[in-house]
Protein backbone atom coordinates (compact mmCIF):
# COMPACT_ATOMS: atom_id res chain seq x y z
CA UNK A 1 0.00 0.00 0.00
CA UNK A 2 2.65 2.84 0.77
CA UNK A 3 4.74 1.82 -1.97
CA UNK A 4 2.51 4.70 -4.40
CA UNK A 5 1.91 7.06 -0.99
CA UNK A 6 4.69 9.89 -1.29
CA UNK A 7 6.56 10.78 1.21
CA UNK A 8 6.95 14.77 2.79
CA UNK A 9 10.24 15.15 0.80
CA UNK A 10 9.18 12.95 -2.70
CA UNK A 11 6.01 15.54 -2.87
CA UNK A 12 8.11 18.52 -1.97
CA UNK A 13 10.36 17.35 -4.85
CA UNK A 14 7.51 16.82 -7.04
CA UNK A 15 6.38 20.12 -7.13
CA UNK A 16 9.21 21.89 -6.41
CA UNK A 17 8.45 23.55 -3.16
CA UNK A 18 9.95 23.15 0.14
CA UNK A 19 9.59 20.69 2.92
CA UNK A 20 8.51 23.14 4.83
CA UNK A 21 5.66 24.47 2.01
CA UNK A 22 3.98 21.12 2.99
CA UNK A 23 3.97 21.37 6.56
CA UNK A 24 2.88 24.22 6.41
CA UNK A 25 0.08 23.80 3.59
CA UNK A 26 -0.82 20.49 6.06
CA UNK A 27 -0.99 22.63 9.23
CA UNK A 28 -3.73 24.96 7.30
CA UNK A 29 -5.91 21.62 5.90
CA UNK A 30 -5.11 22.25 2.24
CA UNK A 31 -3.72 18.89 1.84
CA UNK A 32 -3.48 15.78 4.15
CA UNK A 33 -1.52 12.98 4.53
CA UNK A 34 -3.50 9.84 3.55
CA UNK A 35 -1.60 7.81 5.73
CA UNK A 36 1.25 7.24 8.18
CA UNK A 37 4.66 4.62 8.28
CA UNK A 38 5.46 2.94 11.18
CA UNK A 39 8.03 5.42 12.27
CA UNK A 40 5.28 8.04 12.15
CA UNK A 41 5.92 9.81 8.70
CA UNK A 42 3.50 11.49 6.92
CA UNK A 43 2.13 9.79 3.43
CA UNK A 44 0.56 11.63 0.61
CA UNK A 45 -1.14 10.30 -2.13
CA UNK A 46 0.10 11.22 -5.30
CA UNK A 47 -3.29 13.49 -6.03
CA UNK A 48 -1.73 15.54 -3.53
CA UNK A 49 0.71 16.81 -5.90
CA UNK A 50 -2.06 18.68 -8.21
CA UNK A 51 -3.54 19.79 -5.15
CA UNK A 52 -0.13 21.45 -4.30
CA UNK A 53 0.04 22.87 -7.91
CA UNK A 54 -3.43 24.46 -7.51
CA UNK A 55 -2.49 26.18 -4.41
CA UNK A 56 0.83 27.19 -6.26
CA UNK A 57 -0.96 28.71 -9.16
CA UNK A 58 -3.72 30.64 -7.24
CA UNK A 59 -1.04 32.69 -5.08
CA UNK A 60 0.75 33.45 -8.44
CA UNK A 61 -2.18 34.92 -9.40
CA UNK A 62 -2.14 36.88 -6.35
CA UNK A 63 -5.02 35.21 -4.89
CA UNK A 64 -3.91 35.36 -0.38
CA UNK A 65 -3.52 32.07 0.90
CA UNK A 66 -5.81 32.71 3.87
CA UNK A 67 -8.48 33.56 1.01
CA UNK A 68 -6.97 30.25 -0.78
CA UNK A 69 -7.69 28.43 2.92
CA UNK A 70 -11.39 29.05 3.52
CA UNK A 71 -12.34 28.54 0.02
CA UNK A 72 -10.71 25.13 -0.11
CA UNK A 73 -11.65 24.21 3.38
CA UNK A 74 -14.79 25.99 4.17
CA UNK A 75 -18.47 25.11 3.04
CA UNK A 76 -18.62 25.23 -1.13
CA UNK A 77 -20.10 28.13 -2.57
CA UNK A 78 -23.37 28.48 -4.75
CA UNK A 79 -21.65 27.95 -7.87
CA UNK A 80 -24.93 29.47 -9.28
CA UNK A 81 -24.30 32.73 -8.01
CA UNK A 82 -20.93 33.04 -8.43
CA UNK A 83 -21.81 32.14 -12.46
CA UNK A 84 -24.64 34.71 -12.07
CA UNK A 85 -21.99 37.51 -10.64
CA UNK A 86 -19.47 37.13 -13.88
CA UNK A 87 -22.31 36.96 -16.20
CA UNK A 88 -23.40 40.38 -14.77
CA UNK A 89 -19.87 41.65 -14.45
CA UNK A 90 -19.12 40.23 -18.08
CA UNK A 91 -22.40 42.69 -19.08
CA UNK A 92 -21.22 45.22 -17.47
CA UNK A 93 -17.77 45.11 -18.74
CA UNK A 94 -19.35 44.85 -22.29
CA UNK A 95 -21.52 47.71 -22.09
CA UNK A 96 -18.32 49.92 -20.45
CA UNK A 97 -16.50 48.99 -23.08
CA UNK A 98 -19.04 50.04 -25.95
CA UNK A 99 -18.91 53.47 -24.88
CA UNK A 100 -14.88 54.10 -24.06
CA UNK A 101 -12.48 55.55 -25.51
CA UNK A 102 -9.30 53.23 -27.15
CA UNK A 103 -7.14 53.87 -23.85
CA UNK A 104 -9.88 52.35 -21.89
CA UNK A 105 -10.39 49.73 -24.34
CA UNK A 106 -7.08 48.78 -24.17
CA UNK A 107 -7.45 48.71 -20.14
CA UNK A 108 -10.56 46.69 -20.46
CA UNK A 109 -8.79 44.05 -23.09
CA UNK A 110 -5.98 43.45 -20.43
CA UNK A 111 -8.77 43.06 -17.39
CA UNK A 112 -10.49 40.60 -19.93
CA UNK A 113 -7.29 38.92 -20.47
CA UNK A 114 -6.80 38.66 -16.60
CA UNK A 115 -10.42 37.73 -16.55
CA UNK A 116 -10.24 34.59 -18.93
CA UNK A 117 -6.76 33.71 -17.01
CA UNK A 118 -8.61 33.31 -13.55
CA UNK A 119 -11.68 31.64 -14.98
CA UNK A 120 -9.47 28.69 -16.65
CA UNK A 121 -8.13 28.79 -13.66
CA UNK A 122 -11.48 27.64 -11.90
CA UNK A 123 -12.08 25.40 -14.54
CA UNK A 124 -9.05 23.64 -13.41
CA UNK A 125 -10.08 23.66 -10.39
CA UNK A 126 -13.09 22.01 -10.45
CA UNK A 127 -11.06 19.51 -12.31
CA UNK A 128 -8.49 19.37 -9.94
CA UNK A 129 -10.69 18.74 -6.31
CA UNK A 130 -13.45 16.44 -8.54
CA UNK A 131 -13.72 13.51 -6.61
Known amino acids: MHTELLRIGELADHC?????TIDYYTSLGL?????????????????????VEL???????G????????ALTGP????????????TALTRLRTI?????PDT????????ERAHSLVTL???????LAP
Open 63 to 70: IPLDDITS
Open 97 to 101: EANTD
Open 31 to 51: IRPAARTDGNFRLYDPRAIHH
Open 105 to 112: DRLAGTAL
Open 76 to 87: APDRSVLIDRVE
Open 55 to 61: IQRLEAQ
Open 16 to 20: GVSRR
Open 122 to 128: AVDIIAA
